[in-house]
């Protein structure tokens, strides 16, 4: 080994090193945070604190000017560790409230995504989870492939399957009556009307809830639970108590506001990426070719766009199918697209600028 070969390791010993110095440190901050998050508790103090945040984030930035460091970088590296925190402190809060302790739920369609994200927010709370999919069991949970032969003494059932499927299930417990809260978690309400009606007629505690999040969300920060109104009082009850030790904002509604509501902000943001990625897929130009020149927003698209791609078709297409008011957002889009393209193809720089002034009054909250 020479000279040079000699100080390129000894520098990458050191970084090595202070990697781990970093991860230390980072260790012992998050032993701080659980420690403030007990407090938190014993003062009936919320988890977030915004302002807090925000001072943090400017003494991050402070002190990276000040010692040389780029300052974007330094609040990034801040807000990793806060978004850390506010995720261990969420689980902490989950777990000691116990909810669930002593008590059985089951997640029909437990195997799938969303159900295994409910299987994990359960049993953070205390929940024993048990889980009934014909697609299989779930490691470490007692399985069922039939719901009928685990929900006996189940006093919360969620029902985390395709619309079709759900309302099928619903229809039957309505015949079987199920003694425990049964609640349904679908994307669009609409569909499952007739059967959540049979169910409550029939004297059985349901409730319909969305969460507007994927499966992969660890922290609830910023994320919305919608409750739908018109359920039986205990099963909404039960939804509330669920969500509100986590940091997410509950949301009632009727069910047909949701379905409005839903058709903008998950089939039109749906849509507008399927657009787009069929429309590079049509391109002839390779995606890797493209992202070597990707600006900061084609960058920023493709991510969101990837992971559109990678969820289920199965259920996008029910979104966008299913929903009784799911064709005015695409017929906009359609609409939008074409006054763009006309724009272009007339030379109107003065149309052009209108759409974008006009976009950017009402990404402000000055239009509708």
Same mark, same amino acid.
């Given at each position: 080994m020479n000279e040079g070969d000699d100080a390129l390791a000894r520098l990458r010993a050191e970084l090595d090193e202070l990697d781990g110095r970093v991860l230390e440190l980072a260790a012992r901050r998050q032993a701080l945070v659980a420690?403030?998050?007990r407090l938190k508790r014993h003062l009936s103090q919320p988890t977030r604190d915004f302002s807090r945040e925000r001072e943090v984030h400017e003494l991050a930035r402070q002190? +990276?000017?000040?010692?040389?460091?780029?300052?974007?970088? +330094?609040?990034?590296?801040?807000?990793?560790? /806060?978004? =850390?925190?506010?995720?261990?402190?969420e689980r902490e809060r989950l777990e000691a409230t116990g909810a669930g302790a002593g008590r059985r739920a089951l997640v029909v369609g437990g195997a799938g995504r969303m159900g295994r994200w409910f299987t994990g $927010?359960?049993?953070?709370?205390?929940?024993?989870?048990? &889980? #009934?999919?014909?697609?299989?069991?779930?490691?470490?949970?007692?399985?069922? +492939?039939?719901?009928?032969d685990a929900i006996g003494t189940a006093e919360l059932v969620v029902v985390a399957a395709p619309l079709a499927v759900t309302a099928a299930i619903l229809h039957q417990?309505?015949?079987?009556?199920?003694?425990?809260? *049964?609640?349904?978690?679908?994307?669009?309400?609409?569909?499952?009307?007739?059967?959540? +009606?049979?169910?409550?007629?029939?004297? &059985?505690?349901?409730?319909?809830? !969305?969460?507007? $999040?994927g499966p992969d969300a660890r922290l609830l920060a910023g994320r919305h639970v919608i409750i739908v109104e018109?359920?039986?009082?205990?099963?909404?009850?039960? =939804?509330?108590?669920?969500f509100e030790p986590t940091s997410a904002s509950i949301v009632t509604?009727?069910?047909?506001? !949701?379905?409005?509501?839903? #058709?903008?902000?998950?089939?039109?943001? !749906?849509?507008?990426? /399927?657009?787009? $990625?069929?429309?590079?897929?049509?391109?002839?130009?390779? #995606?890797?070719?493209? %992202? %070597?020149f990707a600006s900061t927003t084609f960058g920023g698209q493709l991510d969101v766009a990837r992971k559109v791609a990678g969820e289920s078709p199965e259920l996008y297409f029910e979104i966008q199918s299913l929903n009784p008011h799911g064709r005015l957002?695409?017929?906009?889009? *359609?609409? =939008? =697209?074409?006054?763009?393209?006309?724009a272009v193809d007339r030379t109107d720089a003065t149309a052009f600028a209108a759409l974008m002034r006009a976009g950017a009054d009402y990404l402000r909250g000055g239009g509708q």
């Open positions: 420690e403030v998050g002190r +990276a000017s000040e010692w040389g460091l780029d300052p974007d970088l +330094a609040e990034r590296l801040v807000g990793e560790l /806060i978004r =850390a925190s506010l995720t261990s402190q $927010f359960l049993a953070t709370q205390g929940w024993s989870v048990g &889980v #009934a999919d014909p697609a299989g069991p779930v490691e470490g949970l007692p399985w069922s +492939a039939d719901w009928r417990m309505a015949n079987d009556r199920p003694p425990g809260t *049964v609640l349904e978690i679908g994307s669009i309400k609409t569909p499952l009307a007739a059967a959540l +009606a049979r169910l409550s007629d029939a004297g &059985v505690a349901v409730g319909s809830i !969305h969460p507007m $999040f018109g359920g039986a009082p205990a099963a909404l009850g039960a =939804a509330r108590e669920l509604m009727s069910l047909e506001e !949701h379905d409005r509501l839903v #058709a903008w902000v998950l089939g039109l943001s !749906h849509a507008v990426n /399927i657009a787009f $990625f069929t429309a590079l897929a049509g391109s002839g130009r390779p #995606a890797d070719e493209l %992202a %070597a957002p695409l017929e906009a889009l *359609v609409e =939008a =697209a074409g006054r763009l393209r006309g």
